[in-house]
C-alpha cells in the first residue's frame, strides 16, 4: 500500500527486470537520465498528460488531448523500407513510398536522442491480434502519456501475467513526435516522417503526434504479417455475430461515410470488433483492443454506446469543450472536422470479449454510399463480383456545401482501405475469393447513398430500409429471394424485401427520368473502368469482366 503524497513515484518505478533493461540500454535509452513508466496504471496517466501536456478531463471522465498541428494521418509522409526480405511482397508506388536502411538509421537514432532528453518515457506492452495462434507483441516507446494511454486502450491489454512473461516484442514503435525529423535527410519530404522497418519490425515516427499514425502502422504490420507469415488474410473491416450458441458471423466493408461502424452496431448481433479483422483458417478475430471513433455531430439519440463509452480512461481527440461545465461540444469542428474517441472495446455493452469468433463468415456486406444515386439499395455479387468491387473499393463524396462544387466526386480505395495495404491488392482478392468459394459465403453490395435521382435531387436511402436489408441477410430470407439483373454493372437484385419498398429496389423505377437515369449508370461505369484498369496486372480475366460493361 501506498501512503503520503509522494509515495506515488516509487511504487510506479521502473518495473522491468534486468533482461529488458538491457534492451533498453542496448538500443540507446540513457537510464540513468530517464524515467521508463511501463503498462502505467490510467490514472497515473492521467496525471502526466494534464501535468504535462495540456490534457483536461471532461464532465463525463475522459480525458480530452490535444495532438497539436497534424489532426489527421500523414499518407504522403509515409515510408516502407526497401530490403530484402520484404521488397518482392510490398506494392511499391504512391502508397508505399521506399526508403532506404540507412535513412531509417539515421531517424530511428534521431527518435531515441530526443526521447532520451524526456524527463518521462512511456512503454506499453500488449499484443494485436485476439487469437494467440497470430497475435503479436507489440512494444510502444512514446515521449507522452496521451500516447501511451491510446495504445493501451487500440492494443489487446495483457493480463499481469502475461505481462511478467511478455520477453522480447515482435514489434516496436518509437513515438518521437513531438520532435521534427531533419528535411535535409536523404528522402524527407517534410519534417514528418512515419515509417515501417518489415526486416527490423520497427516503426519511428518523428514530426505527428496524431496518435492514429501508431494504430494504422500496426494495421499495416498485420497487412503484411497475416497473409506472408501466417498464409491468413486480414481485412480492413468490421464484423459482428448472432447471439446465442456459435452465431453466424457477418463482415462489414466499407469507407468513411458508408455506414460500417453503425450498421455493425446491431443491438441484436455481438460485435467483434469495429476496423480491423482478420479472416483465419479458424474464423475472424479482431486484431485491436479498442475502437477509434469519429465523434463529429455525435449524440447520445443517435449513437448511444458510443456516447456511452466516452468515460474515464477513454481519450477525446481534438473535441473543443465548454470550459464552464467541461462538457465536451461534438458539433463543434473548429479544430478539425475529424475529433475522435479511443475506447477500450468492453465499454461497448454488447462487445463479444474476447473478440473471435470460432466459425466462418456467413455473409460478407460491401457498403458503398452512391451520391450519383444509380447502384441499387442491395445486390448480391458473385465470387468474381465480389473480388472486383473488393478491388475497386468505390464510395463517393458528396459535394461540399460552400465551394460550388454540385458534382459528387467518386473516392477508389482498393481493398475498401488503400492506405493501409501492403501487398498487391489483387492478392488480397485471391485470398478473398478462395475463402468466399471454400466456405460458400454470401457476398452483398449495400448502397446507403441517394436514391430516385443523385445528390441535390435525390434523398438519402432512409436508415431503416437499409437495416431492413441487413436483417433480411441475417435471417436467410434475402437469399431465398427471387432476382433479376441489373444491367451495364450486371448485379443480381431481389424483388422484393420485407420492409422494404419494392420499388426503390430496382434505382431506375424512382428516378423522374428514365434517361438521366441511363446517363448517370454510363457515367459511373466509365468512373469504374477507368479506376480499375491499375490493378489490372494482378487479376484474372473473370474478375476483370465482372465490372459494368459499357
Not at 61 to 78: E, Q, Y
Not at 321 to 327: F, H, K, V
Not at 425 to 438: D, I, N, T, V
Not at 528 to 543: D, H, P, R, T
Request: charged share 25%; aromatic share 10%.
Amino acid at each position: 500500500m501506498v501512503h503520503g503524497r509522494h509515495g506515488h513515484d516509487e511504487s510506479e518505478g521502473n518495473t522491468f527486470l534486468g533482461k529488458e533493461l538491457k534492451y533498453f540500454s542496448q538500443a540507446g535509452f540513457d537510464l540513468d537520465r530517464i524515467h521508463i513508466k511501463r503498462n502505467a496504471p490510467i490514472a497515473s496517466l492521467y496525471e502526466d498528460a494534464i501535468l504535462n501536456e495540456g490534457a483536461v478531463i471532461s464532465s463525463s471522465g475522459a480525458l480530452i488531448n490535444f495532438s497539436g498541428k497534424k489532426t489527421g494521418r500523414s499518407p504522403k509522409d509515409k515510408r516502407i523500407v526497401y530490403e530484402e526480405t520484404s521488397k518482392d511482397d510490398v506494392w511499391w508506388g504512391p502508397v508505399n513510398i521506399k526508403m532506404d536502411e540507412h535513412t531509417f538509421e539515421i531517424n530511428r537514432e534521431r527518435a531515441i536522442d530526443y526521447l532520451n532528453t524526456r524527463e518521462n518515457v512511456y512503454v506499453f506492452d500488449g499484443f494485436a491480434g485476439w487469437d494467440p495462434k497470430y497475435r503479436i507483441k507489440v512494444r510502444v516507446i512514446a515521449s507522452r502519456a496521451y500516447h501511451a494511454l491510446f495504445m493501451h486502450n487500440m492494443l489487446i491489454r495483457p493480463t499481469a501475467e502475461e505481462l511478467e512473461n511478455f520477453g522480447e516484442p515482435d514489434f516496436i514503435i518509437y513515438n518521437a513526435g513531438q520532435f521534427p525529423a531533419n528535411r535535409f535527410t536523404t528522402g524527407m519530404t517534410s519534417t514528418t516522417s512515419v515509417e515501417v522497418n518489415f526486416k527490423r519490425m520497427e516503426m519511428v515516427i518523428l514530426g505527428t503526434e496524431y496518435a492514429g499514425e501508431m494504430k494504422k502502422g500496426i494495421f499495416s504490420v498485420m497487412h503484411y504479417l497475416q497473409p506472408v507469415k501466417f498464409g491468413q488474410l486480414s481485412l480492413h473491416s468490421s464484423a459482428n455475430q448472432a447471439k446465442g450458441d456459435n452465431g453466424d458471423v457477418t463482415l462489414f466493408f466499407g469507407l468513411s461515410g458508408t455506414g460500417k461502424t453503425t450498421l455493425s452496431a446491431d443491438p441484436n448481433r455481438l460485435l467483434i470488433g469495429d476496423d480491423e479483422h482478420v479472416w483465419s483458417d479458424t474464423g475472424v478475430f479482431n486484431i485491436e483492443g479498442g475502437c477509434y471513433a469519429k465523434t463529429i455531430n455525435l449524440s447520445a439519440e443517435k449513437e448511444p454506446e458510443i456516447f456511452n463509452a466516452i468515460r474515464f480512461g477513454s481519450i477525446l481527440e481534438n473535441v473543443v469543450y465548454n470550459p464552464a461545465d467541461r462538457a465536451p461540444d461534438y458539433d463543434d469542428v473548429s479544430i478539425t472536422e475529424n475529433t475522435r474517441c479511443a475506447y477500450p472495446i468492453e465499454y461497448i455493452p454488447n462487445a463479444k470479449i474476447p473478440c473471435i469468433a470460432d466459425r466462418q463468415p456467413s455473409n460478407i456486406i460491401m457498403l458503398t454510399c452512391d451520391a450519383f444515386g444509380v447502384l441499387p439499395p442491395v445486390s448480391r455479387l458473385t465470387p468474381e463480383q465480389a473480388q472486383y468491387h473488393f478491388v475497386a473499393g468505390y464510395t463517393s463524396k458528396t459535394p461540399g456545401t460552400e465551394d460550388g462544387i454540385v458534382e459528387p466526386s467518386p473516392t477508389f480505395s482498393t481493398c475498401y482501405g488503400q492506405p493501409f495495404i501492403v501487398l498487391h491488392p489483387g492478392r488480397y482478392a485471391k485470398m478473398l475469393a478462395e475463402r468466399m468459394e471454400k466456405n460458400k459465403v454470401d457476398c452483398w453490395l449495400i448502397n446507403t447513398g441517394w436514391t430516385g435521382g443523385k445528390f441535390g435531387t435525390g434523398k438519402r436511402c432512409p436508415l431503416k430500409y437499409t437495416r431492413a436489408i441487413v436483417d433480411a441477410i441475417h435471417n436467410g430470407s434475402l437469399a431465398k429471394a427471387e432476382f433479376e439483373n441489373f444491367p451495364i454493372f450486371n448485379l443480381a437484385i431481389p424483388k422484393a424485401i420485407e420492409g422494404v419498398p419494392s420499388e426503390i429496389l430496382d434505382p431506375v423505377k424512382v428516378w423522374p427520368s428514365k434517361d438521366a437515369f441511363n446517363a448517370e449508370v454510363n457515367k459511373l461505369g466509365g468512373m469504374f473502368q477507368k479506376a480499375f484498369s491499375k490493378y489490372e496486372a494482378g487479376l484474372s480475366k473473370e474478375v476483370l469482366l465482372s465490372g459494368p460493361q459499357l
